[in-house]
């Protein structure tokens, strides 16, 4: 190792690390679901989300992929498939920065409850199965505000894969991750490497403490449920509307 | 702006070292062979080709051409001397490939309109431009490399560090998202005072510009106060760096002859040319000055 020169390998490693309430230097909450793709997570927090906005809180739900900003770097890298597994990640972290810095951020100081279909778990677990280092995609998403909660929706493969694949006519090409070389037909390129994704999801259960949810559960049944965590971990009180004005 | 709590672990490069290290002592032979005549700064026989971990897919020993590096703030004469490196390179029968800030097929407009707008947060910009970086280094750069050329980059890394950590932008995470890219065999920096630099400045476009100036940091609404104080931050954060890489500094405010006899000098020492004699051509005699 020493004959290794260091001076721009970071010796510091980021780790999320769930952030109780009272060691946050903002007075918002942020609730974000992760999973596969057809796990089921955008219908959950969909149905969170008119549950919460139904009541009156104050919620703001955000999107991974949604800013106008990058958007045409996007489409052009796509279309003419220029983007590599580096470029990739990075051009999705000037995304995420800018929702982050822009909205997540204000919002999470100004006392929002923030809910978020998709978080930095989906580029650590679909970059990683790219090929860019683990390490390398920790560190780049660290200036991320750590989740108070992050649901987790697990379903096995073949459920989530023919979700996917029954309601699309035809997969993308980076959907598909077909720039990873893996099999030329799509179908089966998209399954590959959703289950290189899914295992890279399984692996963070522990570290970045997800919340594990049955995605093949009945619909309202799973809700039922995500309700019930959200009133446990997060104190609702100062979202509510009017009476929030109760301070702690 | 929040941070994750960071924790100390062991340091990447001890994970697969003892590969990394063969390939790149694989990579030092390769470069030792082709220039023999290389003793100018000691650090061809063991060099390392990258940071850390290599770009995902990217062999090094497959490397063959080097990369050199001008460094230096606005002003500070980088394009000049890069021009003039380049007929003389060429002069010299070595082939010549160039890199710079925005000059990506994928980001490089799109930072263009950003920057234009004045609008852009100082974390989205710095990863724009670390897109920019590594599209061009990726998909223009490694291929040059991997067939022989010498790359003269116009920035680099550095100026990409300085400017975001004077944003207030950990300069631990500037480090970890650019170990990745490859580590040129020299790098310069063509070091000017600020005020010189406002001078060539102004000269050139009779105005100066907002981001040259710094004034998305709010440091001064007097335009020349914001731009020396912006500068000088930025030369600082230069100063950090060519201790922590080891730049050759050079006097930037010498004439461009000067500054280019001595970068030729380097450069033929470190790819063993011997005649380093050059008079610029008709096209480029106006830079001669």
């Given at each position: 190792?020493?004959?290794?020169?260091?001076?721009?390998?970071?010796?510091q490693r980021p780790v999320a690390e769930a952030i109780p309430a009272s060691k946050r230097d903002y007075p918002g909450a942020l609730?974000?679901?992760?999973?596969?793709?057809?796990?089921?997570?955008?219908?959950?927090?969909?149905?969170?989300?008119?549950?919460?906005?139904?009541?009156?809180?104050?919620?703001?739900?955000?999107?991974?992929?949604?800013?106008?900003?990058?958007?045409?770097?996007?489409?052009?890298?796509?279309?003419?498939?220029?983007?590599?597994?580096?470029?990739?990640?990075?051009?999705?972290?000037?995304?995420?920065?800018?929702?982050?810095?822009?909205?997540?951020?204000?919002?999470?100081?100004?006392?929002?409850?923030?809910?978020?279909?998709?978080?930095?778990?989906?580029?650590?677990?679909?970059?990683?199965?790219?090929?860019?280092?683990?390490?390398?995609?920790?560190?780049?998403?660290?200036?991320?505000?750590?989740?108070?909660?992050?649901?987790?929706?697990?379903?096995?493969?073949?459920?989530?894969?023919?979700?996917?694949?029954?309601?699309?006519?035809?997969?993308?090409?980076?959907?598909?991750?077909?720039?990873?070389?893996?099999?030329?037909?799509?179908?089966?390129?998209?399954?590959?490497?959703?289950?290189?994704?899914?295992?890279?999801?399984?692996?963070?259960?522990?570290?970045?403490?997800?919340?594990?949810?049955?995605?093949?559960?009945?619909?309202?049944?799973?809700?039922?449920?995500?309700?019930?965590?959200?009133?446990?971990?997060?104190?609702?009180?100062?979202?509510?509307?009017?009476?929030?004005?109760?301070?702690? | 702006?929040?941070?994750?709590?960071?924790?100390?672990?062991?340091?990447?490069?001890?994970?697969?070292?003892?590969?990394?290290?063969?390939?790149?002592?694989?990579?030092?032979?390769?470069?030792?062979?082709?220039?023999?005549?290389?003793?100018?700064?000691?650090?061809?026989?063991?060099?390392?080709?990258?940071?850390?971990?290599?770009?995902?897919?990217?062999?090094?020993?497959?490397?063959?051409?080097?990369?050199?590096?001008?460094?230096?703030?606005?002003?500070?004469?980088?394009?000049?001397?890069?021009?003039?490196?380049?007929?003389?390179?060429?002069?010299?029968?070595?082939a010549v490939e160039t890199m710079g800030l925005r000059r990506s097929f994928l980001v490089g407009e799109d930072i263009d309109a950003?920057?234009?707008?004045?609008?852009?947060?100082?974390?989205?910009?710095?990863?724009?431009?670390?897109?920019?970086?590594?599209?061009?280094?990726?998909?223009?750069?490694?291929?040059?490399?991997?067939?022989?050329?010498?790359?003269?980059?116009?920035?680099?890394i550095f100026t990409l560090i300085a400017r975001a950590a004077v944003r207030g932008i950990g300069r631990d995470y500037l480090h970890?998202?650019?170990?990745?890219?490859?580590?040129?065999?020299?790098?310069?920096?063509?070091?000017?005072?600020?005020?010189?630099?406002?001078?060539?400045?102004?000269?050139?476009?009779?105005?100066?510009?907002?981001?040259?100036?710094?004034?998305?940091?709010?440091?001064?609404?007097?335009?020349?106060?914001?731009?020396?104080?912006?500068?000088?931050?930025?030369?600082?954060?230069?100063?950090?760096?060519?201790?922590?890489?080891?730049?050759?500094?050079?006097?930037?405010?010498?004439?461009?002859?000067?500054?280019?006899?001595?970068?030729?000098?380097?450069?033929?020492?470190?790819?063993?040319?011997?005649?380093?004699?050059?008079?610029?051509?008709?096209?480029?005699?106006?830079?001669?000055?």
């Amino acid at each position: 190792m020493a004959s290794i020169p260091s001076e721009i390998v970071t010796t510091q490693r980021p780790v999320a690390e769930a952030i109780p309430a009272s060691k946050r230097d903002y007075p918002g909450a942020l609730v974000v679901v992760e999973g596969i793709d057809g796990s089921g997570k955008s219908t959950q927090l969909y149905l969170l989300k008119r549950w919460l906005e139904i009541g009156g809180y104050r919620i703001h739900f955000t999107e991974w992929n949604s800013s106008p900003l990058v958007k045409s770097a996007t489409r052009r890298g796509k279309q003419r498939r220029l983007l590599t597994p580096t470029t990739f990640s990075l051009l999705h972290a000037a995304d995420f920065a800018d929702r982050c810095e822009r909205q997540i951020l204000p919002l999470l100081q100004g006392g929002y409850l923030v809910l978020a279909d998709r978080y930095i778990y989906t580029a650590f677990a679909r970059d990683a199965a790219r090929g860019c280092s683990p390490h390398w995609l920790r560190n780049l998403y660290s200036f991320a505000p750590v989740p108070d909660i992050t649901f987790y929706f697990r379903a096995p493969l073949d459920v989530a894969v023919n979700r996917i694949v029954a309601g699309r006519p035809k997969l993308k090409y980076y959907e598909a991750g077909m720039d990873l070389g893996i099999s030329l037909d799509r179908a089966e390129s998209f399954r590959i490497f959703q289950e290189r994704i899914l295992n890279n999801y399984d692996q963070m259960v522990q570290t970045d403490h997800f919340v594990l949810m049955d995605g093949t559960m009945r619909v309202n049944r799973l809700q039922k449920q995500m309700r019930q965590i959200v009133t446990e971990r997060v104190d609702l009180d100062p979202f509510a509307p009017k009476k929030a004005v109760k301070k702690k | 702006m929040k941070r994750a709590k960071k924790v100390t672990e062991l340091m990447a490069s001890s994970n697969g070292g003892p590969e990394k290290r063969a390939k790149n002592g694989a990579s030092a032979k390769n470069v030792s062979r082709k220039k023999n005549g290389a003793n100018g700064n000691g650090r061809a026989e063991s060099f390392p080709r990258f940071y850390g971990t290599p770009l995902p897919g990217v062999k090094p020993e497959e490397l063959s051409g080097s990369l050199i590096v001008v460094e230096g703030t606005d002003g500070s004469g980088r394009s000049t001397q890069i021009s003039l490196l380049t007929e003389w390179l060429e002069s010299e029968g070595f082939a010549v490939e160039t890199m710079g800030l925005r000059r990506s097929f994928l980001v490089g407009e799109d930072i263009d309109a950003l920057l234009a707008e004045n609008s852009v947060t100082r974390m989205t910009l710095a990863l724009m431009y670390g897109t920019d970086f590594f599209d061009q280094l990726e998909r223009r750069i490694l291929p040059a490399l991997r067939s022989g050329l010498i790359v003269l980059a116009d920035r680099y890394i550095f100026t990409l560090i300085a400017r975001a950590a004077v944003r207030g932008i950990g300069r631990d995470y500037l480090h970890g998202i650019y170990e990745i890219a490859l580590r040129p065999e020299l790098t310069f920096w063509l070091n000017v005072r600020p005020e010189v630099a406002f001078d060539r400045e102004f000269k050139k476009s009779q105005t100066i510009s907002y981001w040259e100036s710094g004034r998305d940091m709010s440091l001064s609404n007097d335009l020349f106060q914001s731009f020396i104080r912006y500068q000088s931050m930025i030369k600082r954060e230069f100063e950090y760096l060519s201790k922590r890489h080891g730049f050759i500094e050079l006097d930037g405010e010498g004439s461009v002859s000067e500054v280019n006899r001595e970068l030729r000098q380097r450069i033929a020492s470190h790819l063993g040319i011997r005649r380093t004699q050059y008079k610029p051509s008709h096209a480029l005699a106006h830079l001669w000055r």
